[in-house]
């Protein structure tokens, strides 16, 4: 395993996390946190980040000046955490504790004065969404027990959705910290928006989970083709084909949808279209070509590809959630309909689909909005709250600030 030795002057910070940037089920929390690490004061920082390990990957890499280290599994995981930790404990200045369902429960073996919660998103409903009985039962009602034990420390996260989430289990406002959302590329100038479909087109964009809202989605969508025969809907992620045959199959046959995948010059007759995996420039071409996202989830901690979208100058309709509130700007920025109302998203949908004015005004709406966005800003704000905290730790001489750098 890796040991620390003593020689740069740099503050390090292990961070904790059930999946890393290149884990099979990576997702918009794992791109946070390697865009918000990369781009801090690596001169000034040292980060490390713990994982349990998954097969193809290896047990140590850098990537992006990042240390990654994978050992155990999602359960074994916290033992082999601790064992790094205890074996380095006097090296390392700062751990952060990011949950993503799951929890590492620093409270029991890590000191105060170095803890860090980071949060996202809580869970709540969605252990109804993804679990069966009685696994969801029991994770509803542990989770703000677990939550708890982390109500004193320094907290990080994303929305005022979270935040205000954790302040109703009793965490100190002083110390729940907003970090800003990011996107990782450069905000096309509007002259650079690709042409809209001819076709008012739609698309969903994430992975294939219930939560998500999938399913409402291809529900409404085929309301609208009703009022809009030429329609058009795109779905861009890793296909699920066991979701797709259970969950969307049986509603594209009620209202008589095709549905198939793009050929090899990525075109498609189909009324809805898998593309599956693309690339992030495909990904980006295919939002700014789009009328509008739509993304009906029932919880976010913010909802990434609603800045991505609005970046290159798509709005997106979403339902009124935790996170997606936020992402939109509470509707300013886009278009909002309660959370299930099939008859709501379609509605919404429509009223894309008819453009004109205020099709228009909401577009550069959403485009304002996600200018405030982007990664340096997220690192800029992080790195200001690491040194907050360094200067009062030496202040009140809690302080165990360490000259080291990583080696094998």
């Not at 946070?32 to 690596?42: D, G």
């Not at 952060?96 to 000191?111: M, P």
Request: hydrophobic content about 40%; proline content about 4%; glycine content about 8%.
């Amino acid at each position: 395993m890796n040991t620390i030795h003593e020689q740069d002057g740099k503050t390090v910070v292990l961070l904790l996390s059930w999946r890393d940037i290149r884990s099979p089920k990576s997702g918009g929390a794992e791109v946070f946190t390697h865009e918000m690490l990369k781009r801090s004061q690596q001169g000034r920082f040292h980060f490390i980040h713990f994982s349990p390990q998954f097969e193809g990957l290896p047990e140590h890499e850098i990537i992006d000046g990042i240390t990654y280290i994978r050992k155990g599994n999602i359960y074994s995981v916290i033992y082999f955490a601790m064992r790094y930790y205890r074996a380095h404990r006097k090296h390392i200045d700062y751990v952060i504790n990011q949950a993503n369902t799951h929890q590492f429960f620093t409270r029991f073996w890590v000191e105060a004065s170095k803890r860090i919660f980071f949060i996202h998103q809580l869970t709540r409903e969605i252990w109804y969404q993804n679990a069966r009985f009685p696994l969801n039962f029991v994770g509803f009602h542990l989770e703000p027990l677990m939550l708890k034990l982390a109500r004193k420390d320094r907290t990080l996260t994303v929305s005022p959705s979270t935040r205000y989430d954790l302040l109703k289990l009793g965490f100190h406002p002083d110390r729940v910290h907003l970090l800003p959302e990011g996107i990782e590329f450069e905000h096309w100038p509007r002259e650079q928006f690709l042409a809209k479909e001819s076709s008012p087109t739609f698309m969903y964009a994430g992975r294939f989970v219930k939560y998500k809202g999938i399913d409402l989605v291809v529900e409404a969508f085929g309301r609208l083709k009703k009022k809009f025969p030429q329609a058009i809907l795109w779905i861009v992620g890793k296909t699920d084909k066991t979701y797709v045959a259970e969950q969307l199959v049986p509603i594209m046959k009620r209202y008589g949808l095709t549905y198939g995948e793009p050929d090899e010059q990525g075109q498609s007759q189909a009324d809805i279209t898998f593309f599956g995996f693309v690339s992030a420039e495909h990904k980006l071409e295919l939002m700014s070509r789009a009328h509008a996202l739509v993304f009906p989830s029932l919880r976010e901690g913010w909802g990434l590809t609603i800045t991505e979208a609005a970046a290159v100058g798509t709005p997106s309709i979403v339902s009124n959630s935790p996170g997606l509130v936020d992402a939109t700007d509470f509707g300013k920025s886009g278009y909002l309909c309660f959370h299930g109302d099939i008859r709501g998203l379609a509605e919404q949908m429509e009223r894309a689909a008819k453009g004109g004015e205020d099709y228009l005004a909401i577009r550069e709406r959403a485009y304002q909005y996600a200018l405030r966005f982007h990664f340096d800003h997220t690192a800029a704000a992080f790195e200001q709250l690491m040194k907050d905290w360094t200067k009062e730790a030496e202040q009140s001489g809690q302080s165990g600030h360490s000259l080291l750098h990583i080696q094998q």
